[in-house]
């Protein structure tokens, strides 16, 4: 009995100068063990508690929302359309889903079918360009041959586009011209001025700007011992005429009256060129150009 007394652990009669390493080694792990089940049952009590309130939470059961029906004259329901309500039928309080417009179809731009006549006629004594050429004009010669004088704020439809062969200005031309809106001279009452290249092949390029309405473009030119051909088509494609002007002996001037229409964009080009020289400098002149 003594023995078995003895042999206990943590007897502290059974060790006087107190418990072995061992001992305390063995204590320690039980101590350990004890803890871990509480820890284990402390998380199972958790568990169990966080099972329960999810299994006590309520789901509210899903409404289903019917639309109401409206009825017929006859009393009787109307009926859906082949489908369902959604093919047809537009639930009350709600709005129909709006559709995104149509863009509007850009304007056509009408087609200008071009145009072109010309006729020739004597050149008046005096002209006045101003009347002439409500729009645009431009008259050379008077400050030399290469610097022009036109309207005061034209339309600037009128260009010169050069030529072959050397220009020359001079002052004895037949008949005079006139203005009142010019610029850089402002005024003229009768300058005979005008501007002449010689030899065949030289001449003048010219255009008019189109603007898709009907024009009227009076061309006042001539010749000096030669025979003069005016060119005249619309840029682009379209009808295209040719006239002449012939002095053997000295010099003859004319009117061209060109009406024309084309779209904008589109000009009127009219080249004036010696065809033939019929003697020494045979030349074409250039006077006035006037647009209405």
């Not at 004088?149 to 339309?155: E, N, T």
């Not at 030899?199 to 390029?205: H, K, N, P």
Request: with cysteine.
């Amino acid at each position: 009995m003594g023995q078995q007394d003895h042999g206990r652990v943590g007897d502290r009669t059974s060790y006087p100068h107190g418990p072995t390493r061992s001992a305390l080694r063995r204590l320690a792990r039980a101590r350990q063990r004890r803890r871990w089940l509480l820890e284990a049952l402390a998380a199972f009590a958790c568990l169990t508690a966080l099972v329960a309130y999810l299994g006590s939470e309520r789901h509210g059961t899903p409404r289903e929302e019917s639309a109401v029906l409206p009825a017929a004259p006859s009393g009787r329901p109307v009926l859906p359309p082949p489908g369902g309500a959604q093919a047809g039928a537009v639930t009350p309080g709600l709005r129909p889903r709006q559709r995104t417009p149509s863009p509007s179809p850009s304007p056509s731009i009408p087609v200008v079918p071009p145009a072109l006549a010309v006729s020739q006629a004597e050149v008046p004594a005096r002209v006045d360009l101003s009347a002439a050429g409500p729009v645009d004009w431009v008259q050379w010669g008077l400050l030399g041959p290469r610097t022009l004088v036109r309207k005061r704020h034209g339309s600037g439809a009128i260009r010169d586009e050069g030529g072959r062969g050397e220009r020359q200005s001079y002052d004895n031309n037949p008949e005079a011209y006139a203005w009142h809106d010019g610029a850089p001279v402002g005024s003229a009452d009768g300058t005979m001025s005008g501007v002449y290249t010689c030899d065949r092949g030289s001449g003048f390029t010219l255009a008019v700007a189109a603007d898709g309405q009907l024009r009227t473009v009076h061309l006042y030119a001539g010749v000096w011992m030669a025979r003069g051909r005016l060119d005249l088509r619309i840029s682009g494609g379209g009808p295209a005429s040719t006239l002449r002007l012939e002095d053997p002996h000295t010099a003859r001037t004319a009117d061209f009256t060109i009406r024309f229409r084309a779209a904008p964009g589109a000009k009127l080009l009219m080249s004036w060129t010696v065809e033939e020289s019929l003697g020494d400098c045979g030349s074409v002149s250039l006077q006035a150009v006037a647009l209405r």
